[in-house]
Each structure stands twice: as C-alpha cells, then as structure tokens.
C-alpha cells in the first residue's frame, strides 16, 4: 500500500512537471512572436492578396470555361490543348517576348553599365550629363512611343530624313516587320536612366584601395575591370538582369501603342484593333492575354497564357541565380 502510494505520488510530480508553465520566459517568447507577426502583417497580406490569391486563382480558372458572365464550368485541359495545339498567334506571340528577353535585356544591361562607367569617369559636367541621360527615364511611356513613332516615320520622320542626308536610305522602322522590334529596343535603350543610376552607385562602391593595388601591379584598364570591378557588381548585375526578365515578360503598353500608331487606323470609342502591326511582329504574350480575356472573354485560356509567362521567369529566374552561370561567384 505504501508502495503504491510512493508511486502516485512520483507520477503526479512527473505529470506537473512535464506539463507547459507559464513562466515569464515563455510569455516574452509569446510577446516576441506577436511582435514580429505584427511587423511582418503588411508584406504577408500584401503577398496574400496580390500574389497567393491570384495565382491559385489563374490555376483554378485555367481549368475552367469562364466567360466572366456565367458561372465557371469545369472543363479539364481543353484550355491547355487550346492553346498549345489550337491558337496560331500563341507561337509568334511567344516568339516576340522571348526576342524581347534576350535582345532588350541584354542591351539595357549593356548600355546601362557602360553610360554608369562614362558617366563615373567624368570630371566635369558631371551632373549635366547624369541628368541628360536620366531624364528620358522619366518620360511616360505612351507619350515616349507616341515620340519614337514620329521620329522613326518613314516617310516624314525626321531621322529617316537626316539619313537621306548622308546618303543613306531609312528602313520602315515601325512599319516593317524585320526592323519593328529593333525598334522597340531602341526605345527601351534611350530610357537607360534607371539602370545608369543603379549601376553608376555600384560602381562608386568599388574600394578604391582595390584599383590602387591593380595600378601597382601594372594592370591595364580591361584587366581592372574584369578582375575588380566585375566581381564587385555582379550582384547589381545579376539584380538588373533578373528585374529586366521579369518586365519584358510583361511587355505590352509600348508594343501595344507603337503597333496602334503604326498601322495608322484612328481609334476612337468601341474601335478594338488586334495588336500586333506589322504582321505580328510587336505581338507579345501579355497583348494576347488582354485580348483573350477582355476583348474575347476567353478568360480559361488567357489564364493558360498567364501561367505560362509565369513558369518560363521562374525557369529563367531560377538558371540565372544558379553559380554555374557566372553572374554569382562560387564563394558566395
């Protein structure tokens, strides 16, 4: 009996023990996480509401046949099939974004870090140039389309004329199909500003100790460049290429415009154009997007196209973060 009662007894202090308490330890641990919870609230409804909500809702919508008037219908992979198999605009219009990517991207790097170079050389007039340069970035862009258009006019713009100066005869421009998106990189490249500034601040953070000791050592300016200044910008490079996928993917007011303004056809109230002039040479996925799902009311396989753009800045996203491309260094 004495036993039984010894061994209740342990079993009860072994239970309280083993039991939460509410110490003053765990209440500040409790108060801390509130805390950050209350810190982090605004970027974790942000990321709900503007990102969570509305890509399980392109997947959901992807499935089904919606109007945005009836109910949605279940419909399996027919919007899939439809727009892979079925939609003669899908290939051109994949086609355009992707010469986009690669082309306009790699060109407003370019150009960027080498006006950030000039532009960190420069002893006087500094500020005259970096406002010269930045300036055409703060023009919006419908009206710095609306500009180029006029400028490039084969017939009465005037740098066609200027090249008739000197002998040479200006291509269609925005009217000819081979030369529509050149264009359009020359558009993107005259508004470099941003990327100017971003790199012009990468550069002015390079120790200058570093270029001091390539001087002593005899190094020439391509050598202080590819082993000083590139592996201290990479990852402004890398942020930079990065960013400028992600916003050629959703390229569509300038190519959209630029098209419009081309071909020439008034717009005036209830006038729908399909985008793309010439030839479908400025269509681009996010233009067949609108299309598809506010002026057809296809929104199943405006949602398809959706997600596509989406998986493909992933893929490149995920490759371009990759060491074995380059643009990190392997010790990082």
Known sequence: MALSLTTSAKAARSGA????????????QNRDRMRVLGFLSPWLIGFSVFFAYPLIATVYFSF????????????????????FQQMPLFGPALWNTMWLVVVMVALRVAFGLGIGLLVTKIKTGVGLFRT???????????????????????????VNEMLGWIGLHGPNWFNDPSWS???????????IGDLMVIFMASLLDVPKEQYEAADLDGAGAWSKFRYVTWPAITPIVLFAVVTGVVQ?????????????LASGVSIGPGTVIQPGYPDHST???PQLVYSLGFQNFNTG????????????????????????VGLIPAED
């Open 283 to 285: 269509l681009t996925v």
């Open 248 to 260: 050629t993917m959703q390229y569509y007011t300038q190519a959209l415009v630029a098209g419009k």
């Open 132 to 158: 010269a340069f930045y300036i055409p970035y703060l023009a919006p862009p419908v009206a710095a389309t609306v500009a180029f258009v006029f400028l490039l006019n084969p017939s009465t713009g005037p």
């Open 17 to 28: 023990a083993g039991a939460p308490r509410n110490t003053p330890l765990r209440r500040k």
């Open 181 to 191: 998106k050149p264009s359009l990189v020359l558009l993107s490249v005259w508004g």
């Open 64 to 83: 089904m046949h919606y109007n945005q008037i009836k109910s949605p219908d279940f419909v399996g992979l027919r919007n899939w099939k439809y727009v």
């Open 301 to 324: 396989a405006a949602c398809v196209l959706s997600l596509v753009l989406f998986a493909i800045a992933m893929a490149v996203t995920l490759l371009l973060m990759r060491k074995s």
